[in-house]
Nanobody
Framework: EVQLVESGGGLVQAGGSLRLSCAAS????????IGWFRQAPGKEREGVSC????????YYADSVKGRFTISSDNAKNTVYLQMNSLKPEDTAVYYC???????????????????WGQGTQVTVSS
């Protein structure tokens, strides 16, 4: 059974940092994409960042470029999202998701991802 478990969310002041973790299990940590998404109240789920497990290629939404960094530790089956210079508009529930298809794309379209974690709340106070 594929499982994705997020951790690391919390409350932080604007300008602060958080590191989210996504622990994956139930599949071979080989060739696929892991993405981070977020959803704020009343808004659609949006892609934040994504990484390919095979070549490490990445995607970032324009709103987080230069502030967020995605990385993976294949030995630990874990993907991280380092979030720096956080802003109140980053407040949302953050989800990680996996695209295990053979023709995955490294991108931010949530419809491309088949497996989702339960989410972790990130709140940035002004």
């Amino acid at each position: 059974e594929v499982q994705l478990v997020e951790s690391g969310g919390g409350l932080v002041q604007a300008g602060g940092s958080l590191r989210l973790s996504c622990a994956a299990s139930g599949f071979t940590f080989d060739d696929y994409a892991i993405g981070w998404f977020r959803q704020a109240p009343g808004k659609e789920r949006e892609g934040v960042s994504c990484i390919s497990s095979s070549d490490g290629s990445t995607y970032y939404a324009d709103s987080v470029k230069g502030r967020f960094t995605i990385s993976s530790d294949n030995a630990k089956n874990t993907v991280y999202l380092q979030m720096n210079s956080l802003k109140p508009e980053d407040t949302a529930v953050y989800y990680c998701a996996a695209d295990l298809s053979s023709d995955y794309e490294v991108g931010g379209d949530p419809d491309e991802y088949d497996y989702w974690g339960q989410g972790t709340q990130v709140t940035v106070s002004s």
